[in-house]
């Protein structure tokens, strides 16, 4: 059981959570991520580390509700516990001797950006971030970013803050200024297949961050299968970072489509079940 220490709900839909993991904490790197269990009934899913304290022995993690499980870790609060934490999984981020890097978060992928961009600061590269959202209430992260970063950009689907458009707009615009060593993604994957698509172009070295559907992290289940240079890769055991250009994208939407009824529709019973009161019998 891993004791919940700290809660902050973000916006509407996402919320940072703060809970003991000792063991996680000490071998924790940026990149990584987690998979988490909220109770025993609970499925397993994997979230990216957002940031640790190996002296408290805490971990942080950063959640949309969307389904039912991040709806039930969204539901928690301090002093409520998770049941599982296995982890830190994942390869680590080479973040040494890159030189110029643009980091890109996409909705919640801001979270997950925010410690690979640190780390590649704190490893002497010059670090940009762009990040994307549909609102101005959506965007996250924004102040722990730009305490470290050189250039912050933002931009918003409405324009409701920051630069109207898409996180490409300010990629293109950046990319057609100077030369960079290296673009880094994570968000959506319409997005990620969107950067990839323009750095292709231009011949810069992308990355991108895949926190696909998993269910053990050990790459037995085969559910975060996905093509890589024509061959098949599992995101928990050979990423979850891959060369954003060798990446099936189209493929990889379709996996991600696949279970999307499912998830609605669990969805759906799980909201019905807290409306007539039976939430707390499922923490």
Known sequence: MHKITRKEQLNPEICLVEFKAPDLAKAAEAGQFVILRIDETGERFPLTLYDWDSEKGTVTVVCQAVGVSTKKLCALEVGDS??????????????????????????????????????????????????????????????????????VYITTDDGSYGEKGFVTDVLKRLLEKEEHDLVFAI?????????????????????????????????????????????????????????????????????????????????????????????????
Do not use: W
């Open 82 to 151: 998770i049941l599982d934490a296995v982890g830190p999984l994942g390869h680590a981020t080479e973040t040494r001797d890159i030189g110029k890097v643009i980091c890109i978060g996409g909705g919640v992928g801001t979270a997950e950006a925010y410690p690979i961009a640190r780390a590649m600061k704190e490893s002497g590269n010059d670090v940009t971030v762009i990040i994307g959202a549909r609102t101005k209430d959506l965007v996250i992260c924004e102040d722990d970013i730009r305490q470290f970063c050189d250039d």
């Open 187 to 283: 968000g959506p994957v319409i997005m990620m297949k969107a950067v990839s698509d323009l750095t292709r172009e231009s011949e810069v070295r992308t990355l991108v961050s895949l926190n696909s559907i998993m269910i053990d992290g050990t790459g037995m289940c085969g559910g975060c299968r996905l093509l890589f240079d024509g061959k098949p890769k599992f995101a928990c055991v050979d990423g979850p970072e891959f060369d954003a250009h060798l990446v099936d994208f189209a493929d990889l939407m379709k996996r991600g489509d696949r279970y999307k009824d499912k998830e609605t529709e669990a969805a759906s019973h799980y909201e019905e079940q807290c409306k007539i009161g039976l939430k707390k019998n499922n923490k």
